[in-house]
């Protein structure tokens, strides 16, 4: 295994740490370019040491009345000291209600733990988290920088379900969380393709402005800007790839980059007809809706823009999508996200890269029947035939066709259904996350280093399946909420098969 994948693993020492008790001595005084900060000391015991954790600095000025829908602004300065001793509010969210949903029960059980900390909602959330490691002698060296974007989901999610005292005290690196918009606010599409493009990935947006604040402040948290990592998860992962290649991500915010089990050339990884969920939302909140979709919006945008947070992310919760598929996410606006060929331009940023993924990524995309009493002939077919027609655009039944000849086990006369299951599961493994990765470990070898490693191993989670014989290695997100030190295991946001 490679030193970095070594470095990643340090991840799964972490341990969620939950709130900052209220008696935690004060950190110094930082001047940041906005203003002062002070935050808390945890500590974590004789082997570890002690780590400044700051929460809640602003990054960016809120995005709300008139700033909503609208690209990312510098923070305005503050006067006398930012508290920074306890968790931010997080995005607004769009989370998943497991009595609704068709998921396996693990996946429920985590949704339901970490709502708990998701309850605090405001559209002034843009604030990033910073723990750093004490140092001995102050001021006598600086740290690297690991920033991580939180995954899950386009539309759920926080940075401070990441506790990165553990990595940063044990890794020496100043670690940075950030939260970023999600669901219609951070991806309301109005782009019609047309020349000049419309600001639309508000989202990816919020993230440049992060990494922006990061190069001009970190210094002043013992971190070097020199040296910063990018790394993350399923959706985070794909976020980053998109930064990767964004054309406006000036070079030298970033210098390496972790992304695990997405990248944006996963098939659920972009929306493809974002003016249809645009012009969807607008219905379900009583908006008006242009006659002629590819034409400017600016009344349906002013609708929303002004419509109560309460009723957009009721109207926002209407709007369904594929199975397979988000509703929400990164899509095409001439400006962020450009029209080019997926992985063109993984290599515009000359930083080193590490992908990673396990056999079982899809697992928590199929619903809890399926995982525990396994796949018949006529639902491996109707799941298959429903990833192709969602996900692919053209030859879609040559496709169907050579899928089910190459996930189709010719060896067994009559294969059960955990067999099938199995199978299933590769399937949509392969073709959601694991080719797709290659694809741009592929891409990246032509243009900087590039390393890959498979996570394989078998978990507690295992236990839980309720199914005789079911031997299953990591499914990405399962014992890792040491990953990212959140209150539960996370799994990929998909959608299941009807």
């Known amino acids: 295994m490679t030193p970095w994948a070594w470095a990643w693993l340090v991840v799964l020492a972490a341990t969620w740490q939950g709130p900052q008790a209220a008696a935690?001595?004060?950190t110094r005084l930082v001047n940041t370019k906005y203003g002062q900060v002070q935050g808390v000391i945890r500590h974590l015991g004789h082997l570890l040491g002690d780590v400044e954790v700051f929460m809640g600095v602003p990054y960016a000025s809120p995005?709300?009345?008139?700033?909503?829908?609208?690209?990312?602004?510098?923070?305005?300065?503050?006067e006398g000291v930012l508290d920074a001793t306890s968790p931010p509010p997080v995005c607004p969210q769009l989370l998943p209600q497991p009595e609704e949903a068709n998921m396996p029960r693990a996946r429920a059980d985590f949704i339901r733990n970490v709502s708990a900390w998701l309850t605090n909602q405001s559209e002034d959330c843009l604030t990033v988290n910073i723990y750093s490691p004490i140092m001995v002698i102050p001021g006598s060296e600086v740290y690297p920088v690991m920033v991580y974007v939180h995954g899950e989901s386009f539309s759920w999610g926080a940075g401070s379900l990441f506790d990165g005292s553990v990595l940063a005290a044990y890794g020496r690196v100043v670690v940075v969380t950030l939260n970023y918009r999600l669901g219609p606010l951070g991806f309301l599409n109005t782009y019609g393709g047309g020349g000049g493009g419309v600001v639309s990935n508000f989202a990816l947006m919020d993230q440049i402005t992060a990494l922006n604040w990061v190069a001009e402040n970190i210094k002043q948290f013992n971190g070097d800007p020199s040296r910063v990592t990018l790394f993350g998860r399923d959706t985070g992962a794909a976020c980053i790839s998109y930064l990767m290649e964004?054309?406006?991500?000036p070079q030298g915010l970033f210098h390496r980059v972790v992304m695990v089990s997405g990248w944006s050339g996963c098939p659920w990884s972009r929306v493809t007809a974002p003016l249809s969920v645009t012009l969807r939302l607008a219905v379900a909140a009583g908006c008006p809706v242009p006659d002629d979709p590819n034409a400017a919006h600016p009344r349906t945008v002013s609708c929303l823009r002004d419509a109560p947070l309460q009723d957009l992310m009721a109207a926002a919760r209407q709007v369904e999508s594929p199975a397979f598929m988000p509703a929400w996410g990164p899509s095409e606006d001439g400006v962020v996200v450009a029209g080019a060929r997926r992985g063109a331009s993984l290599g515009r940023q000359h930083v080193q890269v590490m992908l990673g993924y396990t056999p079982w990524e899809a697992w928590s995309w199929l619903g809890e029947s399926l995982v525990n009493k396994g796949v018949d002939d006529r639902t491996f077919e109707r799941v298959a035939r429903t990833?192709?027609?969602?996900?692919?655009?053209?030859?879609?039944?040559?496709?169907?066709?050579?899928?089910l000849q190459e996930y189709t086990d010719w060896t067994a006369i009559k294969p059960g259904p955990e067999v099938r299951r199995n199978l299933l599961l590769h399937l949509l493994s392969d073709a959601g996350v694991v080719a797709p990765l290659h694809q741009a470990a592929d891409a990246l070898a032509h243009q900087t280093k590039v390393f890959v490693f498979i996570c394989d191993l078998e978990n507690q989670l295992s236990g839980q399946l309720q199914a005789p014989g079911w031997e299953l290695g990591l499914m990405w997100g399962t014992g890792l909420s040491d990953v990212t030190s959140s209150p539960g295991a996370p799994f990929p946001p998909i959608r299941p098969p009807p």
């Open 24 to 26: 935690a001595p004060k």
């Open 63 to 78: 995005p709300v009345e008139e700033g909503r829908f609208t690209p990312t602004n510098t923070p305005t300065p503050w």
């Open 246 to 249: 964004s054309p406006i991500v």
């Open 387 to 403: 990833w192709v027609r969602n996900t692919r655009r053209h030859h879609l039944r040559e496709v169907l066709a050579a899928t």
